[in-house]
C-alpha cells in the first residue's frame, strides 16, 4: 500500500493564479480531510469529507474548494492564491481513531 | 469555540522521563489523540484514548483524565531521535474532524 499520496511536493504560484493539490490514499478509508499548518499554529482543518459525494467546511475554508467524486481521490483547489495561502498543506485519511497524513505538499505564494 | 493547550517548548536529557500536558476546552468530547512530527515530515499517530486512565505503547505512554479535561503524553527513556514536536487532539464527536493544539517542541539534549 502507498498510504496517502500527495502532489505535488512543492509549488510556487503568483498571486491571483490557480491550482489543484492533489491527494489520494489507497486503504479505501471513507474519511479524508485537508490541513494547513503555519509556523506556531499547529495544524488547522480547511475542508473534510466523510464520503464520496460529501464536503464540509473546516476552520479556514475560505479560498479552497473541494470534491470528493470518489473514495480515493480528494483534491483541494485553490482558486486565485494570494500570500497569506502560503503554508504546509497535508492531506490525511482515517478509518477509525487513527489518521494518516501524507507527506506535505510546500506551497509558496509570491 | 474548541481550544487546546499545550507547552510550546520542552527541553529533556537523553535517558530521562519527559511528560508534555495538554488540556482542552471543546464542544464534545470521544477522545485524546497524540501525533509525532519531525521537521519536515508528517505528522504520525502515537495514541489515542477514549477513556480515563494510562495506555501504554512500548516507550510512550498516554493519559486521560475526562472530569479534568486533561491528558498528557510521558515519553521514557529519552533518545535523541524523540526530537520532535508533539500534538494533542480532539475528537469532538464521532466521525468529525479532529481540533489539533498548537504542539510541543521537544528538544532532547546529550
Known amino acids: 500500500n502507498a498510504g496517502v499520496t500527495q502532489t505535488p511536493k512543492f509549488q510556487v504560484l503568483k498571486t491571483g493564479q490557480s491550482m489543484t493539490l492533489q491527494c489520494a490514499q489507497d486503504?479505501?478509508?471513507?474519511?479524508m480531510s485537508w490541513y494547513r499548518q503555519d509556523p506556531g499554529m499547529g495544524l488547522r482543518l480547511i475542508h473534510y469529507s466523510v464520503g464520496a459525494g460529501i464536503t464540509d467546511q473546516g476552520e479556514v475554508p475560505n479560498g479552497y474548494n473541494v470534491s470528493r467524486s470518489t473514495t480515493e481521490d480528494f483534491p483541494l483547489r485553490l482558486l486565485s492564491a494570494a500570500p497569506s495561502q502560503t503554508s504546509v498543506y497535508f492531506c490525511?485519511?482515517?478509518?477509525?481513531?487513527?489518521?494518516?497524513f501524507g507527506p506535505g505538499t510546500r506551497l509558496t505564494v509570491t | 469555540g474548541q481550544s487546546l493547550e499545550q507547552p510550546s517548548e520542552v527541553t529533556a536529557v537523553e535517558g530521562a522521563i519527559v511528560q508534555i500536558n495538554c488540556t482542552y476546552q471543546?464542544?464534545?468530547?470521544?477522545?485524546l489523540s497524540w501525533y509525532q512530527q519531525h521537521d519536515g515530515g508528517a505528522p504520525t499517530f502515537l495514541s489515542y484514548?477514549?477513556?480515563?486512565g494510562l495506555e501504554e505503547t512500548g516507550r510512550f505512554s498516554s493519559f486521560l483524565s475526562r472530569s479534568d479535561s486533561y491528558g498528557y503524553l510521558l515519553l521514557q527513556e529519552l533518545q535523541m531521535k524523540d526530537s520532535a514536536s508533539y500534538f494533542c487532539?480532539?475528537?469532538?464527536?464521532?466521525?468529525?474532524?479532529?481540533?489539533f493544539g498548537k504542539g510541543t517542541r521537544l528538544s532532547v539534549i546529550a
Open positions: 487532539a480532539v475528537s469532538v464527536a464521532g466521525n468529525t474532524p479532529l481540533v
Open positions: 490525511a485519511s482515517s478509518y477509525s481513531n487513527e489518521q494518516y
Open positions: 471543546t464542544s464534545g468530547f470521544y477522545g
Open positions: 484514548n477514549a477513556l480515563d
Open positions: 486503504m479505501n478509508h471513507e474519511y
